[in-house]
Antibody, heavy 118, light 109 residues
Framework: QVQLVESGGGVVQPGRSLRLSCVAS????????LHWVRQAPDKRLEWVAFIGSPQNNEKYVDSVKGRFTISRDNSKNSLFLQMNSLRAEDTAVYYCVRDGPHYDLDYWGQGTLVTVSS | QSALTQPPSVSGSPGQSVAISCTVTSTDLNNYNRVSWYQQPPGTAPKLMLY???NRPSGVPDRFSGSKSGNTASLTISGLQAEDEGYYYC?????????FGGGTKLTVL
């Protein structure tokens, strides 16, 4: 069965950095695009970033461009999100999500909480 | 650019039917047919319930159905059960970028 397991969340001060990881299993990792989607405390979902496969094209929401970098390591079935210059408004649960075959997001991880606070 | 608008809350009694709307505003007409729906019970991650407006992934009960009229997609839950309580989100993606509605909280009375 498809599994996506995130890690790396925590409490961090504004302006600092954090790196999230997601390890996948149960499918051929290299064949799928992957996303990071976050959910703020008010429950709103916000798409954050996408990385394609096999071309590894990257897309970002405007609010994180220049601060966040998405990457993947197909040899380790892993997805990453490097988050720099963190702000209070980046506080959210971050989900690793598989890009599905029908203009959908077909599998979601359990999420990892990032709290940006001084 | 797209925007998706949902009502903040709906409610219904067990056994009843409820509908949640998602109004799509987009410059890309294809986005109107690419609406998917996600269920999020309390304390869990979102789960795909419908894709491309009205298609159910394997394992999703047929109590969940989708439709579209003009620029508004709807998720209908029939035979409401207590376990259906939670948040529901519509979303639409294009070329790797996604936008979501604000979410609708479903309360089962």
């Amino acid at each position: 069965q498809v599994q996506l397991v995130e890690s790396g969340g925590g409490v961090v001060q504004p302006g600092r950095s954090l790196r999230l990881s997601c390890v996948a299993s149960g499918f051929t990792f290299s064949r799928y695009g992957l996303h990071w989607v976050r959910q703020a405390p008010d429950k709103r979902l916000e798409w954050v970033a996408f990385i394609g496969s096999p071309q590894n094209n990257e897309k970002y929401v405007d609010s994180v461009k220049g601060r966040f970098t998405i990457s993947r390591d197909n040899s380790k079935n892993s997805l990453f999100l490097q988050m720099n210059s963190l702000r209070a408004e980046d506080t959210a649960v971050y989900y690793c999500v598989r890009d599905g075959p029908h203009y959908d997001l077909d599998y979601w991880g359990q999420g990892t909480l990032v709290t940006v606070s001084s | 650019q797209s925007a998706l608008t949902q009502p903040p809350s709906v409610s219904g009694s067990p056994g009843q039917s409820v509908a949640i709307s998602c109004t799509v505003t987009s410059t890309d007409l294809n986005n109107y047919n690419r609406v998917s729906w996600y269920q999020q019970p309390p304390g869990t991650a979102p789960k795909l319930m419908l894709y491309e407006v009205s298609n159910r992934p394997s394992g999703v009960p047929d109590r969940f159905s989708g439709s579209k009229s003009g620029n508004t997609a709807s998720l209908t839950i029939s035979g409401l059960q207590a376990e259906d309580e939670g948040y529901y989100y519509c979303g639409s993606g294009s070329a790797g970028t996604w936008v979501f509605g604000g979410g609708t909280k479903l309360t089962v009375l």
